[in-house]
């Protein structure tokens, strides 16, 4: 997949022409499916939140708010009980998956096992545009401290690139560039500390940094 990889979603013009980039279109003749999966998994979301992203509210119009020619909602819990036959059509159909923030280890876990997980690496043309944990679920790991979900067995995600990210850098006062820091130390790892006006694009292996705010790289 192009993964387009936010902490707050599509918040800047660059960003912006980075993503109509990796759909070789405008976002109005774009058509979308966004996943609220991990809100369910993190104590801080819930039924407003997940309302919110779906109307969309305007706290959600960096993402679900940006104008789509159409959006749904694929809630990955569902896919299991349904069968493949019906709803993977719809994530073929679509051109961007938006996945939204909450518990990056509880999305893992539900990318598994609904069988996403599996369908990914045939999506080569499809985008998939992160904020937040739904940017972090495609990483190796995402430190103990971004932990919410009381069933995690460890912090370990998808490992679809090989970096983690410490997102909404300086956006709350733990998440300074010292926490950040120390953060990217316990990993031990390749890192990125985003902030809201910043995203990580990927496509056909290559990482490119999209930002019109603050980042950091360690050990890269």
Known sequence: MKLLLTSGGVTNPSIRAALERMLG????????????????????????SVRGL???EPSFRHLTGLGWASLGVLELTALP??????????????????VDGGDATYLAHWVRESGLADLLPS?????WVGVSAGSMVMTPRIGSSFVEWASAPDDRTLGVVDFSIFPHLHAFPEN???????????????AYAIDEQTAIAVV??????VSEGDWTAFGL
Request: charged share 20%.
């Open 204 to 209: 056909d292996g290559s990482v490119e940094v």
């Open 81 to 98: 009980t349904i069968g493949a036959d019906r709803w993977v059509p719809w994530v073929r159909e679509a051109d961007v998956l938006l």
């Open 176 to 190: 300074s560039l010292a926490d950040a820091e120390r953060w990217a130390a316990d990993l031990g790892a390749p």
């Open 123 to 127: 999506l080569t043309d499809t985008v």
């Open 25 to 48: 279109k405008p976002v109005e003749e774009s058509h979308a499916l966004c996943v609220p999966t991990a809100q369910w998994g993190h104590p801080m979301c819930g039924p407003t």
């Open 54 to 56: 779906l109307v969309p």
